[in-house]
């Protein structure tokens, strides 16, 4: 896998091999890296914050704490007034140098943060803990970080918001919720997904002047955002696939509606739909590009299985007998599809090998299901989870929430990087489903139509928030940005 440097994501351990090795085999020394993050960190403070003058230093006892206390001495050198609470005398090595250097550039230590919560700050600075977090914040620094978070002032985070697990994205209770993280040398995948996104505020990265490494190769990678190259001019309907929507049992017709209609919003050439016959007068009128067949039983769906190139299977098809059977002539065929909702939960129910070329969308409640766990589990781990689900069922899954992320069976894993709280919303989930479908109709491989897909619908709905806020966003706000967003230079 090449991935350019600013999209590879590692662990926090393969992070720390990166220090190691720069450290031990180009002679860098660890305190010049102390000093390059306090210098790249002091100057996204200054730029993001031109008037700050004041700052409290929350230093840790490892080498997080020694980057907060470089960035007081330069602050110092700068002419800041700065105070740094210390959780504790033990510092050592690069971190004791770094708390000397700032003594001697005259920073003043506080014992507590009550003492200097009668001051005010500008700028809070989170140097507790970093990559070498190894549990729950507790005793005095769960208590600065609850005062921080409370303080109503900006928190610059170095390298990792104290308290969020680097490699899960998982915010141990409590946890720094910062305006802005600097990160050093690397992006930590934990940066992307689970609670990252509520913790980070504004991320940077400075690699220290360290070269790209060549190896080990990241874990996971963030999405690019692109579009499709234009079409051929000389295309008609039938070179851009034919997508079949099923799904929409009884009450649950604006699913599969969603669904379908997110297929032709993405570009697919023809979208069927297989649907409760009470559900076509609607879907009609509603959108008449759409071709809806009324399927009350097995034997209507076979000749509209023969038109479709590809499925999107689930939106709104229940489990009950009508469902199952949908679901059992989709397993039966060998299409493409996208595999979602309640076809999920009946693939949970019913392990069965699944066709080649299959997409799964699951939240992570639906993971849970298909992982036989809890979605507290699934949620621990994410990358861990969504790996696992794509071993087990040999298909490409991209696992919804927070900071989505794509595996296939081999292990590769992609990190979404946008997206918003206001998707968090009934039928986002059905759009995607469609889109996806859409993408491998016009015939990109599962992982790309997965890619590109979750990114899409990812960058449609943020730009639908931009434009009229989180709160009461729909799923079909999505289309109008969906279709500029598919159509924009594909660099
Ligand atoms: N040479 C290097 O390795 C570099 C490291 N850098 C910084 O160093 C950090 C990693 O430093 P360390 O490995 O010293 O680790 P940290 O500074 O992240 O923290 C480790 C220390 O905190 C303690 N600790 C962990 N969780 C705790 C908890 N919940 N409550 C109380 N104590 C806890 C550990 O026992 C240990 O003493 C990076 O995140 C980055 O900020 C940067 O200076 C760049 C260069
Ligand atoms: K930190």
Redesign the pocket.
Known sequence: MSVPMSRALYTAAQV?AQ??HA?EQWGVP?FT??QR?AHAAFGVLRTRWPQARRLLLLC????????AFLLGALALQAGFEVRAAT?SDTAQG??LLARRAFEDAGGVRAGAVEACSRERFDVIVD?L??????????GA?AQWIAWANASGRPILA???PSGLDADTGVA?DPCVRAAATVT??AHKRGLFTADAGDCCGALHLDR?ELPEPTSPPPDAELLRAHGLPPRRRNSHKGSNGHVLALGGDAGTGGAIRLCSEAALRAGAGLVSVATRAAHIGALNAARPELMAHAVEQQADLAPILRQASVLAIGPGLGQGDWGRALWQAALDCDLPQVVDADALNLLAAHPAPLPARCVLTPHPGEAARLLQTDTATIQADRFAAVRELAARYRAVVALKGSGSLIATPEGRVAVCPWGNPGMAAGGMGDVLTGIIAALLAQGLSPWDAACLGVGLHARAGDHAAAAGGERGLLASDLFLPLRELLNADPN
């Open positions: 720390r220090d190691r450290i660890g890296l102390m993050a840790g006892p490892g080498n997080n704490g020694g980057d959780l690069d971190a140097g803990f970093g990559t070498g977090l190894s549990r729950a914040p507790e620094a170095l390298d990792v141990r050093f040398v220290l």
